[in-house]
């Protein structure tokens, strides 16, 4: 546990998948691709769970849960969206001892699912909109395991709606990209850029879709969140219609949305360091670990039972508390086991800090000396409050300006080379579908997003050299 | 939804089907077999699942996930896991577009790749006990549905933990029991029997499973949770060692232990009646329905007001409540649909009601004038408080009478196959595993448990009339 990892800046890559491990989050299945999430990563997880939950119901939406299994026919219905998942599925042929007359896919994803469905419950206006969320796990395909990143099944929550127009449907895709955004920001400090994907980049079987794209510790760009205005593409596909006030027969509009274990991996990238993790408070599974510190039973109970009233006072306070009492170990291993799980706050109790009264605080964001104080045991309950909104606002603040930073605003083809060897090029463009295939064939960058804040105006598109209204943001990605 | 059920008494399996469906709890999906858990079931589930979750914490489990899928070859290491589970199994035999070298098993359970994965993880007496949890969805190939009964793929919880004693592994085994009845009896108002299966019903690969039985509104048995212990079995199949203190190597002991979405099946049948869903208000997606009623403008502007100041009393008290404002449906129309849908206590408030600061409040599990009574205003929130809870222990009682009603003590074989038409035998048992599948194959009664809680003494067995010293519930089952 103890053991060093590699330093961040001479292989990220490296870094970051012994983290994964060293910090037990993750490990890996039997199976190639698959993952098992550890308790530590799985509560970290259902953290996030709530925070995004809440604003779900907050925004109307219910909870269901739809099969996994889903027939081979189905995926057809929909063209786009088997070409863009044929490649990717796992199939199941046998069932019971018998082979299947029809092979079952196991779901990538459950719009032909929630398509069926919704044809058979959605008859009036009056029973839109449908707004529904799936917490589960999907499969997709991959033979190169990357923990969190990359794996043939993760967890993810999937929302799926149904409306009567498509301004509704419209409203749903970005308000539902807002909740992601909001999320991001102010839950996990990942500062995002909200945009929309280009044509190349929609979902299989979507007529737009939305996207917040993350800034990584290496300067490579993740996509952390999706939101997609299905149009009528699905309704068509799974004859999904409605009589309207008129007695008229209309098809509904869809949307869809998720968010994945991946935004895990945005987390780590984002805020870890070379000595392990580094958790945002609001999502972090323990805020604060307490050490208490004794060389012999004398000083042991003293301190015990004072580590013992803090913790009931933070509790008490709504504060995740864990007090590290194992006994084999030492206070220097137990500082260094939990600076590698991303623990944000650690309180040092000693028979001295009884003796004075006070308790030392240490930082995870801020190493050494300057991320360390003695503060009074009066009010601590409050103090770690407030220390735990600054370490909140301060890695939010850090990632801003690193993504700031390696964001470069160029014209030319040369610069833009440049640029994305280390970050993300913002550029105005007028490209087709072929000229940002030929981008990415040259340099491994592709479109991120059109940001949906725009500066407006006309300049030069940087690589056509036609007229562009727009800027887009490259990167290479994950 | 608000067309009759047929009734329960009449035609008890229809009643079951076509209210799961009228009450909105949950649908066929498209693959035989498989269920879609609507938004109200799920609801319903996620209450379960803290209900659970709350009490698995206390008692010192984390969560985890672990993949659905499971290399074919682990099912073959225990000899009995797999022989039990084979004709059930779902098989992934192509991935991506390629068929795979090794077939594999969508989990039926995931005792194997918990051994697996505990092989990796322990190593020391210091790393146990382990104690995880896993909330998913597990396949087993069905094709005769009944939805929550009996379905392809189920949601639950699988425990699954090592220990470095057999006293350890039992009392785990018995703990995790107590809490499957401490949840069933207190939230779920259904009254089990904890007991022990026989040989002949035990979890393929335990030493000894511990499960809680229920009794149905018709008389029939549900086997309602269950708690295994594992014994050496998967820790000598799967090499889950660990050194002692001594320094010498030993083989864990593990349990495993579980509850599923059947306990759905559970409650419906326990508390429904004719008009019916009744769920009990621990845990009721809506422990209140509020009902306004109103016919014209003026009369609405005072109620809907009022009407609002009593929903925020009762949220901010810790209620669940809904408020039925749809404006094209009669009062009696949502007093029906509500009743369809079990909420425990309805509210009604109409202009005299406002006038006269006063409420009507109707029980659920009492039809009719018995169970509505007009209650002041003042103090509302503590009132629908109270009558919650005699709601709840009225549903427990009810439950345990029926079932204690039904419940025969019998000598004789002719009085055993007159019991188990109606409800469950309870006899002094000494058969074998051989008596026992003929009492089965005679009557279609099985042993249901053991009960942990025995007369002690010795007495004839009715059966075989050799010297029992335990007594066992047969019934018929689901």
Redesign the interface.
Known sequence: MSDKLVSRSDDFNEWYNTLVLKADLA?Y???RG??????Y???L??NIQQALDRRFKATGH??????????HS?MERESKHVEGF????????????QELEE??V?RPTSET?IG??FS??INSY?DLPVL?NLW??V?R???RTKLFLRT??F?WQEGHTAHATLEEAEFETRQMLDVYTDFAVNDAAVPVIPGEKSPLERFAGADRTLTIEAMMGDGRALQSGTSHNLGQNFAKAFDIKYLDANNSLQYCWTTSWGLSTRFIGAIIMVHGDDQGLILPPRLAPHQVVMVPIYKNDTEKSAVLPVAERIKQELVEAGIRVKVDQRE?LSPGFKFNDWEMRGVPVRIEIGPKDVTNNVAALARRDKPGREGKQFVSQEGLAQTVKGLLDTVQEALLERARRFRDERTYTVDNYDDFKEAIKTGFAKVWWAGSDADEQQVQAETKATLRCLPLEQPGGSEVCFYTGKPADRIAIFGRAY
Do not use: C
């Not at 490649?87 to 019971?96: D, I, M, R, S, Y």
């Open positions: 490990d299945g039997p199976v698959t993952m098992i999430v550890k308790p990563g799985w509560a997880w259902e219910v909870n269901a849960a739809f099969p996994m299994f889903i027939p189905f044929s490649p990717q599925l796992a199939v199941v042929t046998h069932g019971g001892g092979p079952l196991v699912l069926h469905a058979k419950w009056r529904l589960n796990s499969v395909w991959e033979l043939s099944e967890y084999h």
